[in-house]
């Protein structure tokens, strides 16, 4: 009986407060190593980020001399004439898709293969004049968004890499949150408002967390978001929103069944909205039939309501279908559309609201992240979160050198508590699960500090606090 009294937890006062005190320890020292071993990507997205936010502002002035033409009274030419007058003027090249606007002074842009080189040709929509062209590469927004997914390398093992410090950085957030949260005396001084007046390592901890405290929920909404365009993350992320009715039924019902292929929409169209680049491309039995022109399915086009900019991507082949595209203006415009190019009928139709909840949330957090889901005001919002990214990095860099002893890590020490170990370790395997490379990189931390850094002497003490 007396060994049975033993056994029992110990909830004292003093007991409870050690085991929260370890478990903050534990907190801070997985929120410490994170940061450390991210910290650079983290900038370099943060940089790339915040010049993509303006991409509108900074590709109309870029490529003014493109994108304007004055404003001009007559007709707009038919798509048609606009399309073989690219043809005649660029030997050698197949169009692909064709995107208008419905600004006045604005070129359609005519997308060719041109020598297994995609180009994008700027075309005045009245007289049929080629302003320009351009590589796809070569745009700068398209350079842009190479580092920003795939730094500065390129390849999948790159855009692993971001997608895996997306996933810690959800962490950071989350634990940093956990650190930052007050346990003594509640005072909004270092809290939500920094001491400006202090110096030191209390100034830049307060830049760091106070920072950090007012722009979670942004950061947090573009972490998230970012995941949506990940190579494992966002499959997955696709394919649970797929299982759960994202989007409409697979070809619609209007028609009755269509021949099914095994293609991605965004394998054959541009600027496919993310909600339906895995919808399955139909295919046509009419193949033989007179192929309606480019002119009759914009026509279908407008009177299906599609907003501009909308692209229309031309059929692969004899069996392959039109396929009619918004995506970058507002998330409710969004719509993917199927067109048979021998009857002109629909054989798909895929609007924002046929998406399922979680495909619009999705869609939702992902113009946010573009900073284009409500304006000017959402880039700006989208740049504090970015700066501030780059302000919570420099001010952890100044606090741990501030903290550092000589030829140590200046990490938090270890925790000697089973309990609080087990604890933490649970919760980190549960984001494991959600974020699956975070998972693996667990794995991997796990045997590196079983291993690894208990066999190397100058390892491990380099990494006592």
Request: with cysteine.
């Amino acid at each position: 009986m007396e060994h049975a009294r033993k056994l029992e937890p110990d909830f004292s006062p003093k007991a409870v407060q050690k085991s929260r005190g370890d478990l903050y320890k534990a907190v801070w020292r997985w929120h410490f190593y994170a940061g450390i071993l991210f910290a650079p990507i983290f900038v370099i997205l943060a940089i790339s980020g915040a010049v993509y936010l303006f991409k509108p502002q900074i590709e109309a002035s870029l490529y003014k001399d493109l994108y304007e033409i004055p404003p001009q009274s007559t007709e707009r030419l038919a798509p048609s004439v606009v399309v073989e007058n690219v043809l005649s003027n660029m030997e050698g090249s197949a169009i692909t898709s064709i995107r208008q606007f419905d600004e006045a002074d604005r070129t359609t842009e005519v997308r060719i293969m041109q020598n297994d080189v995609m180009k994008t040709v700027y075309v005045n929509p009245y007289d049929g004049t080629i302003v320009g062209s351009m590589n796809n590469e070569d745009l700068i927004m398209n350079q842009v968004v190479k580092v920003h997914s795939e730094l500065f390398v390129g390849g999948n093992i790159a855009n692993r890499i971001v997608e895996l410090a997306a996933g810690w950085a959800i962490i950071l957030m989350v634990t940093g949150l956990y650190v930052w949260w007050p346990r003594g005396k509640l005072s909004i001084w270092g809290t939500i408002l920094p001491r400006l007046g202090k110096k030191g390592r209390v100034f830049w901890r307060d830049m760091h967390g106070v920072t950090a405290f007012w722009l979670s929920g942004a950061i947090l909404i573009i972490l998230i978001s970012g995941l949506a365009w990940s190579g494992i993350s966002g499959e997955i992320m696709s394919r649970v929103a797929t299982s759960t009715n994202t989007g409409n039924p697979p070809f619609g019902s209007s028609f009755g069944e269509k021949p099914v292929s095994a293609v991605a929409t965004e394998d054959i169209a541009a600027d496919v909205p993310w909600a339906t680049e895995n919808l399955e491309v139909p295919t046509t039995a009419m193949n033989g039939f007179v192929p309606l022109s480019i002119d009759s399915i914009d026509e279908i086009s407008k009177g299906q309501n599609i907003a501009k900019p909308y692209t229309i991507s031309f059929p692969a082949n004899e069996t392959g279908v039109f396929t009619v595209t918004s995506s970058n203006g507002q998330v409710l415009d969004e719509a993917t559309l199927h067109i048979d190019p021998y009857t002109g009928f629909i054989l798909s139709d895929a609007r924002f609201k046929d998406y399922g909840i979680m495909a619009q949330a999705t869609t939702a957090g992902i113009a946010f992240h573009e900073g284009r889901l409500f304006g000017v005001a959402n880039q700006i919002i989208g740049l504090l979160a970015c700066l501030g990214i780059i302000l919570i990095v420099i001010s952890s860099f100044i606090m741990w050198k501030k903290r550092k002893p000589a030829n140590k890590s200046g990490a938090p020490s270890k925790v000697d508590n089973p309990k609080v170990t087990r604890s933490v370790w649970i919760l980190m395997i549960i984001m494991g699960i959600l974020l699956p490379l975070v998972g693996i990189s667990l794995i991997v931390v796990f045997l590196i500090d079983k291993f690894i850094i208990p066999r190397v002497p100058k390892l491990k003490t380099w990494l006592q606090a």
